[in-house]
């Protein structure tokens, strides 16, 4: 999940002032997504669905969405787990 984590961290921060509100919109496909970390379509989907649970990322009309709140969420959990 952490492969994921990053790739969502990594768009955001590359995305965030583009609009002009704290939501950046992940245009990328799943398979985009899962060539770019090294899984397959069908575990991206699932390690993007346990985001979805724990609250560090959102969906609008089947994309993926971030805001700045999930964005700070996502670097904590990362970087918690990297320290243990």
Do not use: P, W
């Not at 965030?16 to 992940?26: F, L, N, P, S, Y």
């Not at 649970?53 to 994309?63: A, L, N, Q």
């Amino acid at each position: 999940m952490d492969r994921v984590r990053f790739y969502l961290i990594s768009y955001y921060e590359e995305h965030a002032g583009e609009t002009e509100t704290d939501q950046v919109v992940v245009y990328a496909e799943y398979q985009d997504i899962a060539s770019c970390v090294g899984m397959s379509r069908r575990t991206v989907g699932r390690n993007l669905q346990k985001l979805k649970e724990c609250h560090e990322i959102g969906s609008f009309r089947k994309k993926i969405t971030i805001s700045e709140k999930q964005y700070r969420r996502m670097l904590v959990s990362l970087y918690s787990r990297e320290e243990t």
